[in-house]
């Protein structure tokens, strides 16, 4: 079975700092697919970012980005020039590949809480 | 409206109470699923629906019973619950095969006394 482990439950930043958060997940699958959400205090989940497993190029989404190391098993998510909305639970999310009539299940770590500081 | 919708937004009950969960996409989504969110625990994967039928059900109690009648359209009946089921049920939907992720409804806030 597939796990996912954030390690950080709480962290803060200072506004326009960068910080980046860790997940490391667990699977003997090879193609999969990784995503952070984040949950602000309405509680809606937002995709922020999605990597493919096969495809070695960090994804990028404005001031996130992600470090996807896949012999590691681990995959980063770093907020550049942070502002304060980016307050929020932020999750790290695993799927892997299914057939073509197969739904993907998505696999949720913990969550980090993040505080971004004025 | 667009995106994914989730009514009531809070929800008291008693634990002799009936009651329903709703929510609905306008996204044109093929698969619709239930998690749970309790404090401290990662969300909980309860019951998948593709093309309108389940196809997993995470050995979820069967005081919880899910609807889905159409393709916009979840619903979770509650009954007899039990305070530790108190927590946030979020309805999320997707593409058949969910690779580019779920949208998320806003969730209810559900509280059993």
């Known amino acids: 079975a597939q796990t996912v482990t954030q390690s950080q439950p709480e962290m803060s930043v200072q506004e326009a700092e960068t910080v980046t958060l860790s997940c490391t997940y667990d699977?003997?699958?090879?193609?999969?697919?990784l995503f952070w959400y984040k949950q602000p205090p309405s509680r809606q989940m937002i995709l922020v970012i999605r990597?493919?497993?096969?495809?070695?190029q960090n994804a990028t989404e404005n001031r996130f980005s992600v470090n996807f190391q896949k012999a590691a098993k681990s995959f980063s998510l770093k907020i550049s020039d942070s502002q304060l909305g980016d307050t929020a639970m932020y999750f790290c999310?695993?799927?892997?590949?299914?057939?073509?009539?197969?739904?993907?299940?998505?696999?949720f770590g913990q969550g980090t809480t993040l505080q971004v500081k004025p | 409206e667009t995106g994914v919708t989730q009514t009531p937004r809070h929800l008291v009950m008693g634990m002799t109470n009936k009651k329903s969960l709703k929510c609905e996409q306008h996204?044109?989504?093929?698969?619709m699923y239930w998690y749970k969110q309790s404090a401290k625990k990662p969300l909980e994967l309860m019951f998948v629906?593709?093309?309108?039928?389940?196809?997993e059900n995470n050995s979820v109690p069967s005081r919880f019973s899910p609807e889905c009648p159409n393709s916009s359209h979840l619903f979770l009946h509650l009954h007899t619950l039990q305070p530790e089921d108190s927590a946030l049920y979020l309805c999320?939907?997707?593409?058949?095969?969910?690779?580019?992720?779920?949208?998320f409804g806003s969730g209810t806030r559900l509280t059993v006394v």
């Open positions: 699977t003997s699958e090879s193609n999969y697919y």
């Open positions: 990597q493919e497993a096969y495809k070695q």
């Open positions: 999320a939907s997707s593409q058949l095969r969910g690779s580019y992720g779920y949208t």
């Open positions: 999310a695993f799927m892997k590949s299914s057939g073509s009539s197969n739904t993907g299940k998505l696999i």
């Open positions: 996204l044109g989504h093929n698969a």
């Open positions: 629906y593709s093309l309108e039928e389940r196809v």
